[in-house]
């Protein structure tokens, strides 16, 4: 076979990664080609071509572009780099747009239970609970200051403690 046809088989044995050859058989065959493990290995050592349309097929069971299976080993790792770079800022992006949703809904939450309060719910209390109220209440009155560019003040300097949130001014 040719150097073409080699690195072929060398990119598609990088680009697979943990897919096993059988896996990745089994998902060319539900794309309507005959392939098998065997033939997974034929391609990736070389001894047999990979065919135009088996090529676009096998790009996208894999997630890569055709132009990705041409690579040198060297280009490959480097763009399979910045690709996975890439996926991990994209993955933690979507945790971060959930989990600013997620910290508004809290506060939004907290906002109505401060609402909620009514003097006459707590006058039998103890001044022991009426004290531990309050504090709790402090300690809301402090979070519902926070803005999401505080959380992101604070937690990017390690010396910082939370309260610190509080001491900087808040929102």
């Given at each position: 076979m040719s150097d073409t046809d080699a690195r072929i088989g060398k990119r598609l044995g990088e680009l697979r990664g943990e897919m096993s050859q059988?896996?990745?058989?089994a998902a060319m065959a539900e794309r309507g080609h005959?392939?098998?493990?065997?033939?997974?290995?034929?391609?990736?050592s070389a001894k047999r071509p990979l065919r135009l349309a088996?090529?676009?097929?096998?790009?996208?069971?894999?997630?890569?572009e055709v132009a990705d299976l041409l690579q040198s080993t060297a280009a490959g790792e480097v763009i399979d780099g910045l690709r996975s770079a890439l996926a991990e800022v994209d993955r933690i992006a979507l945790?971060?747009?959930?989990?600013?949703?997620?910290?508004?809904g809290a506060r939004t939450r907290l906002r109505g239970a401060i609402r909620e309060l009514d003097e006459s719910d707590v006058q039998e209390w103890s001044p022991e609970?009426?004290?531990?109220?309050?504090?709790?209440?402090?300690?809301?009155?402090?979070?519902?200051?926070?803005?999401?560019?505080?959380?992101i003040w604070v937690d990017s300097r390690d010396d910082l403690h939370w309260d610190s949130i509080y001491e900087r001014g808040g929102e």
């Open positions: 059988a896996s990745l058989a005959k392939w098998s493990q065997a033939t997974v290995w034929s391609v990736e088996e090529a676009l097929d096998v790009a996208g069971v894999l997630g890569v945790i971060l747009r959930t989990g600013s949703q997620d910290f508004e609970e009426k004290g531990r109220l309050l504090e709790v209440v402090r300690e809301a009155d402090k979070r519902m200051k926070w803005s999401q560019a505080d959380l």
